[in-house]
Structures are given as structure tokens and as C-alpha cells.
């Protein structure tokens, strides 16, 4: 059975700081996907991942995906306040027909 | 303007009473999908489908129903709702069968069960 986890699950940062979020998986899969959502908003595609070594990025956010490892990563550059929000990462199973999410990470950017 | 539309957007019922959430797309999208949404756990999918009469059960479907009559709509129905039902749901649509590429997300219905 596919789990996904997400490390961590809150995350309070400055202005101008570099962090990574985790996004670890349990059984082999090449597709991931990372969303985001804002309070009391729906859920925005940030990026898709579909092979092993791939890597997309937009503006202060870049993401990776290691199926060797079955770990995924979201790296926010010199985060300002404007990227506070919950990011979801959500992995398909071996059908392609469902996708199994993290339970999010909930990220506050100070001033 | 292409998008995924649920109605009602907010729903306070009652145990029992019967409803339906529904969803529509106008992206032409070969599948379709609902989630729920709780604190803490992220989206958990309850059925999705992958083209017009073709309905799957994802991983928590106890309790709803669907069905894929037009290419466009994907209802939602709660026979007898129970107070374990409330919560935040998405539908949500992507262009292909299977999940190959972005999924678009509708606005979300939050239902309350009394």
C-alpha cells in the first residue's frame, strides 16, 4: 500500500531564508505532483514530476524527485511572505488512476 | 474561462438526508475525481473515473455514490449522510484517462451533517 509523508508538517520561517520540504513515499512510483493551498482556497498545481532526475522550477520554489530513493523534495529560495500557504505533494500508484497525498505542510513566512 | 464548478459551495444538513454535491468541467477532461479534505490528513480520494460510465472506487468510498453519465458532470451523492461525512470536498478533473498530467481542482463544498 502506497503512504506518503511529508516532513514537516509546520514550518515558521524569515523572510529571506532557504528551506526544504520533504516528501517521502513508500512503494515505487514515477509520478509526483506538488500542490498548494491558501486558507479557505482550493488546491493549485505548483509542479508535475514524472521521471526520475526531474527537477522544475518557478520563481522562488524548486522541485526535485528521486525515485531511487522515493523522496521528492520542495526548496524555497529566499522565501518571502507571499509563499505562506500549505503545500501538499501527491504521489500516483502503479494503476496512474489515483493519487495518494501528504497530509501537507502548512508554511508561515514571517517579515 | 476554463474551470471546475461545484454547487452547493456550503451545505449544513442533517443526518439522513439525502444530497448531492455537484461537479461539472468545461475542459473537455477525460477524468474526473472527488476528494475529501480533513484536518490532518491531507485528501483522501473517494471515487474517481475515468470516462463517461467508468467509476472506481478510491480509498474511502463508504457511504457515497457516483455516477459518469456526460463527459462534463461527476455528481456526488450522500444517501444517508452521517455526521462523519462532514467535511471539505474537492472535485477535481485532468485532460487524459489516467493521471499523467495536472489535476484542475473545483472550489470545494464544505458540508456540515448534523
Known amino acids: 500500500e502506497l503512504k506518503v509523508e511529508q516532513n514537516p508538517l509546520f514550518l515558521s520561517m524569515q523572510e529571506g531564508k532557504n528551506y526544504t520540504i520533504y516528501c517521502n513515499y513508500s512503494t515505487t512510483s514515477d509520478r509526483l505532483y506538488w500542490y498548494r493551498q491558501d486558507p479557505g482556497k482550493s488546491l493549485e498545481s505548483l509542479f508535475v514530476l514524472l521521471s526520475n532526475g526531474a527537477v522544475k522550477q518557478e520563481g522562488r520554489l524548486m522541485a526535485s524527485l528521486d525515485t531511487k530513493a522515493r523522496l521528492s523534495t520542495l526548496h524555497i529560495t529566499a522565501a518571502v511572505h507571499d509563499l505562506s500557504a500549505t503545500y501538499f505533494c501527491a504521489v500516483a500508484t502503479d494503476s496512474n488512476y489515483q493519487l495518494i497525498w501528504g497530509a501537507g505542510t502548512k508554511l508561515i513566512i514571517k517579515p | 474561462e476554463a474551470q471546475v464548478t461545484q454547487n452547493p459551495r456550503y451545505l449544513i444538513t442533517v443526518t439522513g438526508k439525502k444530497l448531492t454535491v455537484t461537479c461539472s468541467q468545461n475542459m473537455n477532461h477525460e477524468y474526473m475525481s472527488w476528494y475529501r479534505q480533513d484536518p490532518g490528513l491531507g485528501l483522501r480520494q473517494i471515487y474517481y473515473s475515468m470516462n463517461v460510465e467508468v467509476t472506481d472506487k478510491g480509498d474511502v468510498p463508504e457511504g457515497y455514490k457516483v455516477s459518469r453519465k456526460e463527459k462534463r458532470n461527476f455528481p456526488l451523492i450522500l444517501e444517508s449522510p452521517s455526521p462523519n461525512q462532514t467535511s471539505l470536498y474537492f472535485c477535481?478533473?485532468?485532460?487524459?484517462?489516467?493521471?499523467?498530467?495536472?489535476?484542475?481542482f473545483g472550489p470545494g463544498t464544505r458540508l456540515t451533517v448534523l
Open positions: 477535481a478533473s485532468s485532460l487524459h484517462r489516467a493521471i499523467t498530467d495536472t489535476q484542475y
